[in-house]
């Protein structure tokens, strides 16, 4: 690799997950560039938990995360759409039934 | 899909006021305008840590410098959080740093006024943190994802920016008549670059209709101007300092302030690069990227030969 090329390389892009308090999930906050991992998670607590918005961070690079096409987001999601009996509400009970 | 057919179901996400997201499609103009705006913003961001910078080593005590390097630092994360939406839309970020320092791409011109007063520290926080506040609260709900979601986190934490200049302005009003004196003196100074920094007036403003129509821009540049006015009368009275406009008054008639123009010659000369500090700014910025090139190499360089000392372990 020349010097050039080189010193055109952008550090990588990483996304920022953070866990706000004990047993909540992981939250996407969002992404920042970093050379490595541990560099990562270091801007990631400058950049997203300056006011305490975090007890836990999460850095994956953006390059490693999949994602679903927008443009399929018919087929992928319409077979929930008519399976309304999934739902608790769709039972119609009595009204003196409880503990249910 | 046809490309008609996704101009269509674009414009419907418009009408319906969802959210475009990243992988989303979008017409070329919405992306390029989004970009524009954004790196913009990130830009002003950026640029604007170099005024109160300025301060940061001679703050008065411990608790205004405290304050003060939080603020700036804020804007560094704020400018980081907005070139992370910018990138979404397919430019890089030393693309962006190259348009910054070739001035294709601009920031708010506010910051290429100086600052010579402690007093401004709170000038500048007040009033324009204040109009930042005013233009961005909106934006909240802007149409692109990213863009929405970055300002959320910002406009949460720019209060805190706001209140502090209005409490260092308040302490000066209060202060010995010199103090006061420099309270004033910081107002005069800078209530018209604020007004300015809602953009020309809207019969001078050509992009406005197509930029309301993507939700990009919620209000008008006159209307945000108007609110501005009307909110910040009122906090300049109970400083008890006066607004250097002698056309200023309240009009029964609208339930709003009259007030007089802005010197638009003077708007428009800054944007062109002939403001008190247009070139010190840049020539900052510049430097700081040329120098700072060596550390991003270096860091590089070390986090390869650590990967491949661990490949080797692995082997």
Avoid at chain 2, 248 to 269: C, I, R, V
Wanted: net charge neutral.
């Amino acid at each position: 690799m020349s010097q050039k090329a080189d010193s055109k390389r952008e550090w990588p892009l990483w996304e920022v997950f953070i866990r706000s308090k004990a047993g909540l999930d992981h939250k996407h906050a969002g992404s920042l560039h970093a050379a490595d991992a541990d560099m990562a998670i270091e801007n990631a607590r400058d950049v997203y938990t300056r006011r305490m918005e975090g007890i836990s961070i999460w850095v994956v690079e953006s390059k490693y995360i999949h994602a679903s096409d927008p443009g399929d987001a018919e087929i992928l999601y319409e077979p929930a759409n008519d399976k309304i009996y999934r739902h608790p509400t769709f039972y119609n009970l009595p009204d003196e039934l409880t503990h249910m | 899909m046809t490309v008609h057919s996704f101009q269509e179901h674009f414009d419907e996400k418009m009408d319906k006021d969802q959210a475009i997201e990243a992988k989303d499609w979008m017409p070329d103009d919405y992306r390029k305008t989004l970009i524009r705006q954004i790196a913009q913003h990130a830009h002003s961001e950026i640029v604007g840590m170099l005024p109160e910078g300025n301060w940061i080593t001679r703050a008065p005590n411990l608790r205004r410098k405290a304050i003060l390097l939080a603020k700036v630092q804020d804007e560094a994360g704020h400018g980081l959080y907005l070139y992370s939406a910018a990138e979404s839309l397919g430019i890089s970020r030393d693309d962006m740093m190259e348009q910054l320092h070739s001035g294709k791409q601009k920031y708010s011109s506010i910051f290429n006024y100086p600052t010579i007063s402690w007093a401004d520290m709170g000038a500048v926080g007040w009033l324009v943190d204040g109009a930042a506040i005013m233009n961005q609260v909106p934006l909240c709900r802007t149409s692109y994802g990213p863009y929405a979601r970055a300002m959320v986190r910002i406009c949460k934490e720019e209060s805190f920016h706001q209140r502090q200049g209005y409490e260092i302005m308040l302490t000066l009003a209060n202060g010995t008549e010199v103090q006061k004196k420099m309270a004033q003196d910081s107002l005069n100074r800078w209530w018209w670059p604020s007004l300015m920094m809602f953009g020309p007036p809207d019969a001078d403003s050509p992009h406005t209709e197509q930029s309301m129509r993507w939700r990009i821009k919620r209000f008008t540049n006159d209307e945000l101007r108007q609110r501005f006015v009307d909110v910040t009368v009122e906090q300049a009275r109970i400083l008890g300092l006066t607004i250097p406009d002698k056309d200023l008054k309240w009009n029964e008639a609208t339930g709003h302030y009259d007030f007089g123009t802005p010197d638009w010659n003077e708007f428009y000369n800054i944007l062109k690069g002939n403001g008190p500090c247009n070139k010190e700014r840049l020539d900052t910025r510049r430097k700081a990227w040329e120098e700072g090139q060596w550390v991003r190499e270096a860091a590089l360089a070390y986090s390869d030969k650590r990967r491949q000392r661990k490949e080797k372990k692995a082997a």
